[in-house]
Structures are given as structure tokens and as C-alpha cells.
């Protein structure tokens, strides 16, 4: 089975995508909560006679690099991500494409994973099920490895 994925920056949207989504959302909670809240209260009960809102501005403008750097930063934590998650959605991308295959009479070939993926042993389990599916492959690859006399 040829990988086409390799390259891509996506191998499945579905799941990659939410897993940007949530992380986006992580860090969007982590700087509105932490640094918009939290230094605003710090800034409100540390100075005396300063509206809730001052405070707000105050922390914004004290912590404006911070945020800007924050921000700057977050597509490059994406991407390592998405770039993670590949570990995981190429494997079984592979495999599902393989079951489908397998399901529909197709012949398979045997799935390798690169080193540090993910569901290695779906990929061996799935290798075990394809060569009892199709024996010719299986009884030709052992007549192969047998030496000759």
C-alpha cells in the first residue's frame, strides 16, 4: 500500500483539526483566565483606589509583550502538534484505508509504520489478519523465503 499522506500537512482533518481546535482553545482559556483575569485582580487588591477596570488596563499594558509574544508563538505550537498528531492519524489512516480495502476483496500490502509512530501493534495485528485473508500472498511469501535445493 503507497503512503500518499507523507508530506501532507493533514492526514485526517477530522481529527486533526479538533485537536488544533482544542489546543487553540487551551491556550486562548490560559491567557484570558491567567493573564487577563489574574493580573487584573493582582493589580486591583495590590492598588489602592484603582477601579476593576483600571486594573485591566494596567495589566494589559504591563504584560502587553507577554501577549504579544504569547500569541506570536501559538502557530508554532500548532504546527508541532499537528506534526505530533501525525504519529497517531497516519497509522491509522493507513489501517483504515487497509480494512477497506481488505473488506472490498482488494489485495493489501503489509503496513510498516515508521519508527515513533503510534498503534504499531494494530499495524502487526492488522499484517496477521490480511495474510490469513489472502493465503496465495502468504503461501507465496513462505515458498520464498524457503532455500532452494
Known amino acids: 500500500?503507497?503512503?500518499?499522506?507523507?508530506?501532507?500537512?493533514?492526514?485526517?482533518?477530522?481529527?486533526?483539526?479538533?485537536l488544533v481546535r482544542r489546543v487553540s482553545l487551551h491556550w486562548l482559556a490560559f491567557i484570558g483566565l491567567f493573564l487577563c483575569i489574574v493580573l487584573t485582580i493582582e493589580l486591583f487588591l495590590r492598588e489602592p483606589g484603582v477601579t476593576m477596570a483600571q486594573s485591566f488596563v494596567l495589566a494589559l499594558q504591563k504584560n502587553a509583550l507577554m501577549l504579544v509574544l504569547?500569541?506570536?508563538i501559538m502557530p508554532a505550537f500548532l504546527y508541532d502538534t499537528v506534526k505530533m498528531s501525525h504519529?497517531?492519524?497516519?497509522?491509522?489512516?493507513?489501517?483504515?484505508?487497509?480494512?477497506?480495502?481488505l473488506a472490498n476483496g482488494e489485495k493489501v500490502s503489509e503496513i510498516k509504520l515508521r519508527k515513533g509512530d503510534f498503534w504499531?501493534?494494530?499495524?502487526?495485528?492488522?499484517?496477521?489478519?490480511?495474510?490469513?485473508?489472502q493465503p496465495e500472498e502468504s503461501v507465496k511469501n513462505s515458498e520464498d523465503e524457503q532455500p532452494k535445493q
Open 1 to 18: 500500500m503507497s503512503n500518499n499522506n507523507r508530506g501532507k500537512l493533514l492526514i485526517d482533518n477530522r481529527v486533526q483539526l479538533s
Open 70 to 72: 504569547m500569541f506570536a
Open 87 to 101: 504519529r497517531f492519524a497516519g497509522p491509522i489512516s493507513r489501517l483504515k484505508h487497509g480494512l477497506s480495502a
Open 120 to 133: 504499531g501493534d494494530l499495524a502487526e495485528d492488522f499484517n496477521r489478519v490480511a495474510n490469513l485473508l
